[in-house]
């Protein structure tokens, strides 16, 4: 089981930038498919971005490609949400969570960020 732990969250005007974290502990994070969702006030949770277990291979919602990057650093047990032109839209609780399998059922998740973006 992992442990999931995300930072980085903030106020932050539209067209700015922020970097999420996610600090796993209690296994390797290398073991997992990681990705990040999100969740505004009153709408579903959705998918954001996903990265292989090494890394090597990435995926986008269409909101945030080409704005938004993910990465890993698995000697750190950390993956990262690096968030580039902010919108208003992009304002949500952000959260990471782990893939055990590669089959897109996330099994576990941290407690989530805040972001908040102002026009």
């Known amino acids: 089981q992992v442990q999931l732990v995300e930072s980085g969250g903030g106020l932050v005007q539209a067209g700015g930038s922020l970097r999420l974290s996610c600090a796993a502990s209690?296994?390797?994070?290398?073991?997992?498919?990681m990705g990040w969702f999100r969740q505004a006030p009153g709408k579903e949770r959705e998918f954001v971005a996903v990265?292989?277990?090494?890394?090597?291979?990435?995926s986008y919602a269409g909101s945030v490609k080409g704005r938004f990057t993910i990465s890993r650093d698995n000697a750190k047990n950390t993956v990262y949400l690096q968030m580039n032109s902010l919108k208003p839209e992009d304002t949500a609780v952000y959260y990471c969570?782990?893939?055990?399998?590669?089959?897109?059922?996330?099994?576990?998740w941290g407690q989530g960020t805040q972001v908040t973006v102002s026009s």
């Open positions: 969570a782990a893939d055990p399998y590669g089959d897109r059922d996330y099994d576990f």
């Open positions: 209690g296994r390797i994070i290398s073991a997992y498919v």
């Open positions: 990265i292989s277990r090494s890394g090597g291979t990435s």
